[in-house]
């Protein structure tokens, strides 16, 4: 079984950028197709971006579309996430996740395996 490690959140003023991580263990990271989800306070846990195995397919939440890049190495198996033109709206706790179905999916419930999360703040 999977285990995920997201690293990389923070405090960033509107219009900044941060790089989130997630470091993957226990189980053959290229047979997962993984995820990015945010959770914002009062909120549910939201789709943020997605790529599939091997890199070639990714999706993105139109809110995010062409502010963020998800991408992956699996040399590395890790999953990243760069965020630029952060805005308040994005401040959340990011999660990444993991699914072992074959295609890419926007569905939170599809994702089997779950890293514990990691803060970001946008300041206004």
């Known amino acids: 079984q999977v285990q995920l490690v997201e690293s990389g959140g923070g405090l960033v003023q509107a219009g900044g950028s941060l790089s989130l991580a997630c470091a993957a263990s226990?189980?053959?990271?290229?047979?997962?197709?993984m995820g990015w989800l945010r959770q914002a306070p009062g909120k549910e846990r939201e789709f943020v971006a997605a790529?599939?195995?091997?890199?070639?397919?990714?999706m993105y939440t139109d809110s995010v579309k062409g502010r963020f890049t998800i991408s992956r190495d699996n040399a590395k198996n890790t999953v990243y996430l760069q965020m630029n033109s952060l805005k308040p709206e994005d401040t959340a706790v990011y999660y990444c996740?993991?699914?072992?179905?074959?295609?890419?999916?926007?569905?939170?419930?599809?994702?089997?395996?779950w890293g514990r999360g990691t803060q970001v703040t946008v300041s206004s």
């Open positions: 996740a993991a699914d072992r179905g074959a295609l890419v999916t926007t569905t939170v419930g599809n994702y089997d395996h």
């Open positions: 226990g189980g053959t990271f290229s047979s997962y197709v």
């Open positions: 790529i599939s195995r091997f890199g070639g397919t990714t």
